[in-house]
């Protein structure tokens, strides 16, 4: 091997080695972010009554479908949110190229260069009804996760959960209530109630958010290219909102067990 060679192979592993820092210091910060609401000053009308005591309910914003403009309002209203950023990037290059990355890097070709930019995806959730996915894109890592997770708190939307398994007689909302779709590109998602002790029978990413939802048990059944995981991540996220979108008769209300955003038996 030449000089010329050691030295191209050392830089390329210094490369993945940052590549591999970044995710993991991105990974910490999202972990250890303490909600700081005390300088916030509201600059909405919704936000000013958050504030001040006369909203205390997120249902009160979510069922009249109010536009959440500040995510201050969701810290404010739901302190004990989780968040993770999923995996839907790749990293590049021969030392652990392919490995799964936050970060999904894209390039556009300048006379300058090449110009990257950096695209990540954020899941918020209280393990109890609620989730929310944002998406964030830009030229340096930082502000794409900070924007992701912004977006993730302003797109937060409630689920309702329940029994809809044949094979399972018990009285807990662990599972959905009946099978839905979701479709974004040529991705199709598809899915169904299990019963107990099943586990979330789906890809890794769309299990995150779905743990983060509260759901215990699901089948799922895919179609199209689900390797492009912000497609399926997204369709993921359709089938969760047609769960609150479809309309229910209230005799089914206790055959399914149905329980719309907090489970208030927990
Ligand atoms: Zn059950």
């Known amino acids: ?17 940052e590549v591999k820092d970044e995710d993991e210091r991105a990974k910490e910060v999202v972990a250890k972010k303490q909600v700081n609401i005390d300088g916030w000053v509201p600059k909405t009308n919704i936000g000013r009554k958050v504030q001040d005591g006369k909203i205390t309910d ?3 914003l979510l069922d009249k479908g ?41 390039q556009k070709k300048t006379k300058e260069g090449n110009k990257p930019k950096f695209a990540t ?13 944002g998406y964030g894109k830009s030229r ?14 302003l797109n937060l939307i409630k689920i309702s959960r329940g029994c809809g398994s044949w094979q399972c007689t018990c009285k807990d909302a662990h599972s959905i ?18 019963p107990k002790g ?12 779905l743990e983060l939802a509260g759901i215990k048990d699901i089948w799922s059944k895919t179609k199209g290219k689900t390797k492009s995981k912000a497609k399926l991540i997204m369709a993921c996220e359709k089938a969760l ?14 055959t399914l067990n149905l329980v719309e955003g907090k489970d208030k038996g927990e």
């Open 1 to 17: 091997m030449s000089e010329e060679e050691k030295e191209t192979k050392e830089q390329e592993e210094e490369v993945v080695k």
């Open 177 to 194: 209530p009946f099978a839905v779709k979701g479709k974004c590109g040529s991705v199709q998602l598809k899915l169904m109630p299990a």
């Open 58 to 60: 997120i249902n009160e």
């Open 198 to 209: 099943t586990g979330l029978c789906i890809e890794p990413e769309c299990a995150k958010i």
């Open 140 to 153: 340096e890592t930082v502000p794409a996760r900070e924007k992701a997770l912004r977006n993730a708190k």
């Open 121 to 133: 995806i954020a899941v918020i959730g209280n393990k109890n009804g609620f989730v929310g996915v």
């Open 66 to 106: 109010i536009n959440i403009l500040e995510p201050e309002i969701i810290e404010t209203l739901l302190p004990e949110m989780k968040t993770e950023l999923l995996l839907i990037g790749q990293s590049k290059g021969k030392f652990g190229g392919g490995q799964r990355r936050i970060f999904r890097q894209t």
């Open 241 to 254: 909102l047609s769960l609150i979108h479809t309309k229910k008769q209230e005799e089914h209300n206790k």
